[in-house]
Structures are given as structure tokens and as C-alpha cells.
């Protein structure tokens, strides 16, 4: 038997919900890998600082945070990290160019 007008909304009423909800599970994946490459990140990083100033590992957060900020505050290491990020931009833009068509 040949579905009517209202079956066939009423199907493709479902069919978008379900899309809808594929949607959110989709965005929500998304979300929890960039918690993951976050997480590893700030693990890794903190794991290099240690590895260079193993002196650290005894200071207390805040006191590690005060380390930093004073360290990292100083004109010559603002200089670094400027020309550090300048590279990566050119890197980047270099490799976006290799990927067009």
C-alpha cells in the first residue's frame, strides 16, 4: 500500500532527528578529542619544563607559576617565543600551500 502525505512528513520528521542526533554525538566526540590533544599537550609540556628544571618538581603550584612568570616575563624570552611563532606561521602556510589542488 502506497504511503500517504502525513507518513511520508512524519518519516522524514524522524529521519532529521535522527540526523540531528548523529549531529550531537558527532560534535560531542569532537569536544572529547580536543580534551584528549589539550590534556597530552599540558602533560608533555609539563613534562619537558621538569626535564630542564628538575629543581621544580619540589615547588609548590603556586610557586611554580611564580617561577614561570618571571621567567617567561622578561623581554628576551617574549623575543623568542614572537620569532618561535612566526616560524610556525610560515610553516604552517607553507604547508597549507603544498595540500591545495
Known amino acids: 500500500m502506497p504511503k500517504t502525505i502525513n507518513e511520508k512528513i512524519e518519516e522524514t520528521k524522524l ?9 550531537k554525538q558527532l560534535m560531542q566526540r569532537e569536544k572529547i578529542e580536543e580534551r584528549k590533544l589539550r590534556t597530552r599537550r599540558l602533560i608533555e609540556r609539563g613534562a619537558i619544563i621538569e626535564s630542564i628544571f628538575s629543581e621544580t618538581a619540589s615547588l609548590t603550584n603556586e610557586q611554580f607559576k611564580t617561577f614561570l612568570v618571571q ?22 602556510k607553507a604547508s597549507d600551500k603544498i595540500g591545495e589542488p
Not at 529521519?15 to 549531529?23: F, P, W
Not at 621567567?71 to 604552517?92: F, G, P, W
Request: overall charge neutral; aromatic content about 4%; cysteine-free.
Open 15 to 23: 529521519q532529521i532527528t535522527q540526523y540531528q542526533n548523529r549531529e
Open 71 to 92: 621567567t617567561i616575563n622578561k623581554d628576551s624570552a617574549r623575543k623568542v617565543l614572537e620569532d618561535l611563532i612566526a616560524v610556525s606561521k610560515e610553516m604552517q
